[in-house]
Nanobody, 114 residues
Framework: QVQLVESGGGLVQPGGSLRLSCAAS????????MRWYRQAPGKERELVAS???????YYADSVKGRFTISRDNTKNTVYLQMNSLKQEDTAVYFC????????WGQGTQVTVSS
C-alpha cells in the first residue's frame, strides 16, 4: 500500500520561505518520479514541480527560480523548498506519484499573507 505523507506547511509572510516534505512508503521510492501539485480555492489542481528517478526536474513557469524540488532516496522523501513566497502561492500542496495509478498525500496548507 503506497502512502504519501506531507508536512511543513504553514503561515508565512510574503517574501518568506517554507520547506515541504513528503515521506513515501510502500514503493521502491528511487524508481519513481515524484511530483508536487497545488490547489487554490476555486481553482484546478496544478503541477508545481517534479523530479524523475534520474533527478531531472521540471517547474511550472510560475515558480521557476523560486522553488526547488529535491529527493533523498535514503529517506524515501521528496522536498519542495519554496523561497520568495507570494500571496498567489497560497494553496493546499499535494505530493503525488504514479505507479499503476495515481497516489496522493492528504495535502498540507500553505498560506502566504501579511
Amino acid at each position: 500500500q503506497v502512502q504519501l505523507v506531507e508536512s511543513g506547511g504553514g503561515l508565512v509572510q510574503p517574501g518568506g520561505s517554507l520547506r515541504l516534505s513528503c515521506a513515501a512508503s510502500g514503493l521502491t521510492f528511487s524508481r519513481y518520479a515524484m511530483r508536487w501539485y497545488r490547489q487554490a480555492p476555486g481553482k484546478e489542481r496544478e503541477l508545481v514541480a517534479s523530479v524523475s528517478s534520474s533527478e531531472a526536474t521540471y517547474y511550472a513557469d510560475s515558480v521557476k527560480g523560486r522553488f526547488t524540488i529535491s529527493r533523498d532516496n535514503t529517506k524515501n522523501t521528496v522536498y519542495l523548498q519554496m523561497n520568495s513566497l507570494k500571496q498567489e502561492d497560497t494553496a493546499v500542496y499535494f505530493c503525488n506519484t504514479q505507479l499503476l495509478k495515481n497516489y496522493w498525500g492528504q495535502g498540507t496548507q500553505v498560506t502566504v499573507s501579511s
